[in-house]
């Protein structure tokens, strides 16, 4: 149903339930606490990048309340880090202390010359949600709404349209037709504009992807010029294979940085701090450069139709997870860490078509559907020296359009390092800015 507020408290909505929207909210409702904001989040759980799923062996997707998951891996983000000193001391120690956080150890390596995802393995610490990578935002976000926001998950945002009077009107979908792998078919079974949201004196996007063209199936039909400007950042695209074995692999590790290699980074992710599953679960990640060349082989919108062209469960097995699969085994081989791996009991997948904007001065980079992707095998993501400011202080590291009231909040409009913690920096920023101009 529709979610309407009275006058008297100003309304804001967040597109996107991942850290960065559930940072901005909560930092609204202690800035402001009469606000009334909104948080839309259009995934199956909460969480955006910062993704978590528990399976069972047949794919058959648990939710976060099931009390036994066969297979559990994070999905999207593997870890973080806390390289700025703001983030390090304003908002790292109260992740850890509401125990929504905690320091990811054990023991990693590096396979091969200069191997390296994320300053992994040899510039710790790393930090990951306790309970999968989605527990960090669902935390933060319980929080946000025991201040009074309302969260909407499953719900997404599929056209804004702005009123004379300046109010936002949003529409948009639940259910499956929210769902980044349901068949366009079923999709577009929806109304054209959808269900209306509601209404809203300002709107936050936090989702890189609700910035893309109508065609994209998250976007959030924003005006052209903002989602040009989002968008002229360059991109990285990345496939994850999600892989149970039926035994545990006999190493030591808990993340390996590959490199020559299609595979980047394997996480072991029923090592992470409360993960439990019944198998040993492991995420593969890709380099760009290989995501680059399968987007391109494979894309994400029809060439004739111009429909969107969701994930497909077979195609992802079959073909990104099973390159993977080999590559991880080979890496494992040559560098006389395990002979062969065990049997499979589950394998599974992820496309992310912005998993990440690339780094700020990126050059190698191939243009697909008049996006600009990143196609190098591996992308510096870690400070060369940890700990001391990356920017200058005063910079503005997200996008607002005060005289529309509409704004955008993430690593992709900041000039930190790419992650998660640019996108909470970003968000808190917004956040503080926002509430700066609802108060005048």
Not at 134 to 159: D, H, K, N, Y
Not at 407 to 436: C, I, M, Q, W
Request: hydrophobic residues 40%; glycine residues 10%; proline residues 7%.
């Amino acid at each position: 149903l529709p979610i309407y507020r009275t006058m008297a408290a100003p309304r804001v909505a967040i597109i996107g339930g991942g850290v960065s929207g559930g940072t901005c909210a909560l930092e609204l409702l202690r800035q402001l606490p009469h606000l009334a904001v909104t948080v839309f989040d259009q995934g199956r759980t909460l969480g955006g990048r910062a993704a978590h799923r528990r399976v069972a062996l047949d794919g058959e997707y648990l939710t976060p309340q099931a009390p036994e998951a066969p297979a559990a891996f994070d999905h999207g983000c593997q870890f973080f880090r806390a390289d700025t000193p703001q983030f390090r001391t304003e908002i790292l120690p109260e992740w850890l202390e509401r125990g929504w956080a905690a320091e990811w150890s054990g023991q990693m390596a590096a396979l091969g010359p200069n191997a390296s995802f994320f300053g992994a393995p040899l510039q710790p610490p790393f930090y990951v949600g306790v309970g999968g990578m989605s527990a960090l935002p669902a935390g933060i976000l319980a929080e946000a709404a025991r201040l009074g926001a309302l969260v909407r998950s499953g719900t997404r945002v599929s056209r804004t349209k702005q009123r004379e009077d300046g109010i936002w009107r949003l529409f948009g979908t639940s259910g499956q037709a929210a769902l980044h792998d349901t068949p366009e078919a079923v999709a577009r079974r929806t109304q054209v504009d959808g269900i209306e949201l509601g209404e809203f004196d300002a709107v936050v996007v936090t989702d890189a992807s609700a910035s893309r063209p109508s065609w994209h199936r998250a976007s959030a039909g924003l005006p052209e010029e903002v989602g040009r400007i989002i968008n002229q950042r360059a991109r990285v695209a990345l496939f994850t294979a999600l892989v149970a074995f039926k035994a545990p692999l006999a190493i030591p590790h808990v993340g390996l940085a590959v490199a020559d290699s299609p595979l980047w980074f394997a996480a072991r992710s029923s090592s992470k701090p409360g993960v439990v599953a019944d198998h040993d679960c492991w995420t593969l990640v890709c380099t760009p450069e290989y995501a680059a060349e399968e987007i391109q082989r494979v894309p994400m919108q029809d060439p004739e139709t111009g429909a969107f062209i969701a994930q497909d469960p077979q195609y992802l097995r079959e073909g990104p997870s099973a390159t993977m699969l080999s590559a991880f085994q080979a890496a494992l081989k040559t560098h006389n860490l395990l002979e062969e791996l065990p049997e499979t009991v589950y394998v599974g997948g992820q496309r992310w078509g912005s998993a990440f904007p690339a780094p700020l001065g990126t050059s190698s980079l191939v243009t697909i559907g008049e996006v600009d992707y990143s196609n190098q095998a591996q992308v510096p993501l870690a400070p060369e020296d940890p700990g001391v400011q990356q920017v200058e202080e005063n910079s503005v590291d997200f996008f607002a359009a005060d005289e529309i009231r509409l704004y955008y909040a993430g690593d992709f409009v900041s000039k930190n390092t790419p992650g998660l913690e640019a996108a909470a920096l970003s968000a808190r920023s917004t956040a503080r800015h926002l509430a700066g101009v609802l108060r005048a």
